[in-house]
């Protein structure tokens, strides 16, 4: 039986009114997992908008590389943009974007980071219980920028419930729903699904323009707050055109 809480949004900024949340490369962001944002200025000339990705490029998986970790996570591209020259694709995980978590003494869930020393005692726990609760049906994968569960989960949400957590949120909160519960040396660890969309930021590799590379934190300072104002104004011309 799965349960759905609520903790504070460690993957980037909420979008405001969106239901959004951006993946990043991370440096150490203490307790809470703030981003620190820096403002960032383009160049001179007509100011780049996001576009929706081709339509024959709509649902196939494209792999986002972390060359620091010789990872990748697929993604399905949402929106593309091209900046100082720089082409940019936002996209989400293909499969479900989940975190380790615990309760601090205020009752609060605290995501485990991914290059924690903690993540290196709790995660192989995490795997195995996966595998062994689900055989093949679910996969833990340690993906860069956020874990992932790969497979299909039973959707047993309550509408109900959900509206009532979403009248009780405060900003900076995300909903997520409680997959499976261990101890570890006398601390409660939650694998959590992350209910809100999670977006990841790409960038073409100047020697393959084929092959998305994820962004390097001074990458992120520099260029997330822009990105985060485009894909505001793109989604609102986006819902507009919709009706």
């Known amino acids: 039986m799965t349960r759905q809480i609520l903790f504070a949004s460690f993957l980037l900024f909420s979008l405001m009114e969106t239901s959004y949340s951006f993946g990043v490369a991370r440096r150490s962001m203490g307790a809470t997992f703030g981003v620190t944002r820096t403002t960032t200025s383009l160049s001179m000339g007509a100011q780049p908008k996001l576009e929706m990705i081709p339509q024959e490029q709509e649902g196939i998986p494209m792999p986002f590389v972390d060359t620091e970790q010789n990872t990748f996570i697929d993604c399905y591209a949402d929106s593309k943009t091209t900046i100082d020259g720089v082409s940019y694709t936002i996209g989400c995980p293909c499969d479900y974007s989940v975190a380790l978590c615990y309760f601090d003494e205020d009752e609060q869930l ?125 989604n609102e011309e986006r819902d507009t055109m919709s009706f």
């Open 110 to 234: 605290i995501p485990v980071e991914l290059d924690d020393k903690i993540m290196e005692d709790v995660y192989p726990i995490a795997e195995n219980i996966v595998e062994e609760e689900f055989g093949e049906e679910l996969s833990l994968q340690r993906t860069p920028q956020t874990l992932t569960l790969v497979g299909e989960l039973e959707d047993e949400e309550d509408e109900d419930d959900e509206d009532e957590d979403d009248d009780d949120m405060e900003d900076g909160e995300e909903q997520v729903e409680v997959l499976l519960s261990f101890d570890h040396r006398g601390t409660e660890f939650n694998l959590v699904r992350l209910l809100d969309p999670v977006l990841l930021v790409a960038k073409a590799d100047p020697e393959d323009p084929n092959k998305m590379l994820l962004l390097t934190p001074e990458e992120s300072d520099k260029i997330m707050p822009t990105l985060e104002s485009m894909f505001l104004e793109f």
